[in-house]
């Protein structure tokens, strides 16, 4: 069974490159399931971009509230976070996993979809209906949704993980895991090239 933990607001600690405590992202996966979900996941040619458009993916919508899906992983990946009337963050820390920094102001965060909707449209989203891609763009349930800092993001793209890694070594098992259950639980594909990239990551945890 899939072991997917859901830690709140409060990160767990676990260490940085340097060895300073950094937290755990607040959903993770256990790689033994990521390895079962993987052989299970098609492996298939990916489809072109014809048609695709982010606003075919409508984000972010709102949670509750004043709170929007951005404002809510910032509040949920982030640790001291104060919030104002809007319920954007006023104050707070961010763990960026992809490359062990923290960051202190909102600006220098993004919020990362750990599969890409430029790949998800390759990889099977095209057929999907507007809600479907609308609920993939602001899954808070599967690990889909990260706190990043924009420079790791932005170098990211739309970049499966046979092109792009986190620089963070350290990260690569669950990027990987996080990468895997997205794909499964929304019956995703693979490339060949992405799948052993993945079952090498695996081999990390």
């Known amino acids: 069974m899939l072991a997917v933990i859901l830690a709140g607001c409060q990160p767990v600690a676990s260490s940085t490159p340097d060895g300073s405590p950094g937290p755990t992202p607040a959903v993770s996966v256990d790689p033994g399931a990521a390895k079962q979900h993987l052989a299970a996941v098609t492996v298939a040619q990916a489809a072109p971009m014809r048609g695709y458009s982010r606003a075919k993916f409508p984000h972010w919508h709102t949670v509750q509230g004043a709170c929007d899906t951005r404002e809510?992983?910032?509040?949920?990946?982030?640790?001291?976070?104060?919030?104002?009337?809007?319920?954007?963050?006023?104050?707070?820390?961010?763990?960026?996993?992809?490359?062990?920094?923290?960051?202190?102001?909102?600006?220098?965060?993004?919020?990362?979809?750990?599969?890409?909707?430029?790949?998800?449209?390759?990889?099977?989203?095209?057929?999907?209906?507007?809600?479907?891609?609308?609920?993939?763009?602001?899954?808070?349930?599967?690990?889909?949704?990260?706190?990043?800092?924009?420079?790791?993001?932005?170098?990211?793209?739309?970049?499966?993980?046979?092109?792009?890694?986190?620089?963070?070594?350290?990260?690569?098992?669950?990027?990987?895991?996080?990468?895997?259950?997205?794909k499964f639980y929304w019956k995703l594909t693979v490339t060949e090239a992405e799948k052993s990239a993945l079952t090498d990551m695996l081999g990390t945890c």
């Open 72 to 182: 809510t992983v910032l509040q949920r990946d982030g640790t001291g976070v104060t919030v104002g009337s809007d319920c954007y963050p006023t104050k707070g820390r961010w763990y960026s996993p992809y490359d062990g920094k923290w960051f202190d102001k909102t600006s220098e965060i993004d919020i990362d979809h750990m599969v890409p909707l430029a790949n998800a449209w390759r990889s099977g989203a095209a057929a999907w209906t507007d809600q479907q891609r609308e609920d993939f763009a602001n899954d808070l349930v599967r690990p889909q949704l990260l706190a990043a800092s924009a420079t790791t993001n932005r170098a990211k793209g739309d970049q499966d993980p046979s092109l792009w890694k986190p620089p963070n070594r350290a990260f690569w098992c669950q990027y990987a895991t996080r990468w895997v259950e997205v």
